[in-house]
């Protein structure tokens, strides 16, 4: 079997990889939450509770670590790969080789040669004869040369030709493929990995549940671990205490139920179709998880709490599994438009004298889904959004229409903090179109502002918006006071 390589097939797979990678952090921050949740639940006791405590705390956490890093250690040398055949073979966007196919190509080539050469030469001695017979009469008569021909094919498909020469290089860049894969230590890393999760699956059949004796006259709530606002009856586990016994969920609280309601309210059914994602109680805990960042872009642009809190909880309600492939579509368009740019700088240096010298450079493929901008991140904030909204508050002239600037908003809306704050300058930009002041709306004046957040206001699909955000907006200011 014959080496193969498809840039833009490994170049896809890298970036829906790369995509992967990044979002497995978003549900190992809740898993770990949830881990440091059980450790301290004090009313699970035993001696199996104990050593499911225990393995949680030495052993999960480490698992779950180790995958992460072995994922970006993985992405890391698919991307040098990727960048090492470009530079050993062929830069192309839309490269594509299989060195059986060159090699059958350069067979039939070379038979093709064979025959050019006897029935070249053939025919060279004939014109040479005919030459020299009819010259002399003035007839016009020229001799025929098949040499130039045969360097011509013996350059495509002979020894040391182009062919042997892509042939060449992709055994060259399959050998060093090979080595680095084999000295990255991966392979190791994986084996000691696998022996780590075996080993932990092995510890887990030593826990051996055990009942503790409990005096029922000193058994009180606290000793429950019970309070005034944690007593929750269904939190007592009905099963022996251990790994296996799981906590019955607990009731919503009551800002998490008026959620709710809205969104069963005033979502369509193709929203939550869409929606697969988040539901409402992990939206609210993402929303929680920014609580910092929410903060300060409250406090530094003098935007209430509570709107940006309901604007990023709509946004992350309604993030789908259509939304990282639009982002997905976006990287690959710049990507696109870099290599375009250095294709078109390496063509506007070549001396048109000589251009036949220069080794053959094809232009970058334009993706079928060309897209230079999407909403992205937890407040699914375009750049060119952003942009304007910067650009409003800060002076600046960064331009919309420029698609460096828009990539360069693009990039940064991936930092959550970032982000966050570009959610306050567009609802502060909202704002200042309609001349109000954002430290003193009334509440038709909030719904406008939540409105033009989304889109046109005049637009019946973002009018809709303004009411759900702002129904929101009552539930988390109710829930702040």
């Known amino acids: 079997m014959g080496i193969c390589w498809d840039t833009k097939k490994v170049n896809d797979f890298i970036e829906y990889f790369e995509h992967a990678v990044h979002n497995y952090m978003e549900p190992l921050a809740a898993a770990r939450a949830a881990y440091e949740k059980y450790e301290n639940n004090e009313t699970f006791v035993g001696q199996a509770a104990e050593k499911s405590k225990t393995f949680i705390g030495l052993k999960q956490k480490e698992v779950n670590r180790q995958q992460y890093e072995l994922s970006k250690e993985m992405l890391k040398k698919y991307t040098d790969l990727d960048e090492t055949f470009k530079v050993m073979v062929d830069p192309a966007a839309d490269a594509r080789i299989d060195t059986d196919v060159v090699k059958k190509v350069q067979a039939r080539f070379q038979g093709q040669l064979e025959g050019l050469e006897r029935s070249g030469f053939n025919i ?13 009469y003035g007839c016009g008569v020229e001799e025929v040369y098949f040499r130039n021909t045969i360097v011509k094919y013996d350059d495509y498909c002979g020894t040391g030709g182009f062919l042997q020469d892509c042939i060449r290089k992709m055994e060259d860049f399959d050998d060093e493929a090979s080595r680095r894969v084999i000295n990255s230590g991966l392979k190791n890393a994986i084996i000691e990995h696998i022996d780590e999760v075996s080993e932990i699956t092995a510890g887990l059949d030593l826990i051996n549940p055990q009942a503790v004796e409990i005096d029922k006259q000193k058994v009180s709530l606290m000793a429950l671990g019970a309070s005034v606002n944690s007593l929750n009856p ?7 205490p251990g790994l296996h016994s799981i906590p019955i969920k ?12 809205i969104s069963d309210r ?21 929303v929680f998880s920014l609580d910092a960042y929410i903060e300060s872009a409250s406090k530094k642009y003098h935007v209430d709490k509570a709107m940006i809190q309901a604007v990023l909880f709509r946004e992350i309600r309604c993030y789908g599994y259509d939304d990282p492939l639009g982002d997905a579509q976006v990287r690959q368009t710049y990507a696109y438009e870099h290599k375009k740019e250095e294709y078109d700088e390496w063509l506007s240096n070549i001396d048109p004298k000589n251009y036949w010298k220069k080794p053959s450079k094809q232009p970058p493929t334009r993706p079928l889904k060309y897209r ?4 992205t991140g937890v407040g699914q904030i375009f750049g060119k959004t952003a942009i304007d909204s910067y650009n409003l508050h800060y002076g600046t002239n960064y331009d919309r229409k420029n698609w460096k600037d828009v990539e360069f908003f693009w990039n940064k809306l991936q930092d959550e903090e970032f982000n966050v704050e570009m959610a306050a300058l567009v609802l502060c930009a909202g704002a200042d179109e309609f001349g109000y002041d954002i430290n003193n709306l009334s509440t038709e004046q909030q719904r406008v502002v939540f409105t033009r957040y989304n889109g046109d206001p005049e637009n019946p699909m973002a009018i809709a918006y303004g009411y759900t955000v702002q129904d929101y907006y009552n539930a988390f200011s109710e829930y702040n006071n």
């Not at 607990?250 to 959620?259: A, I, M, R, S, V």
């Open 266 to 286: 005033d979502m369509t059914a193709p929203q939550k179709i869409k929606d697969s994602i988040y539901d409402d109680a992990r939206a609210l805990n993402k």
């Open 234 to 240: 269904f939190s007592i586990p009905f099963y022996p």
């Open 250 to 261: 607990p009731k919503p609280t009551k800002l998490e139920e008026e959620l709710k309601a």
């Open 124 to 136: 060279q001695q004939k014109s040479m004869d005919v030459f020299d017979r009819l010259s002399k």
């Open 372 to 375: 230079s901008d999407s909403s």
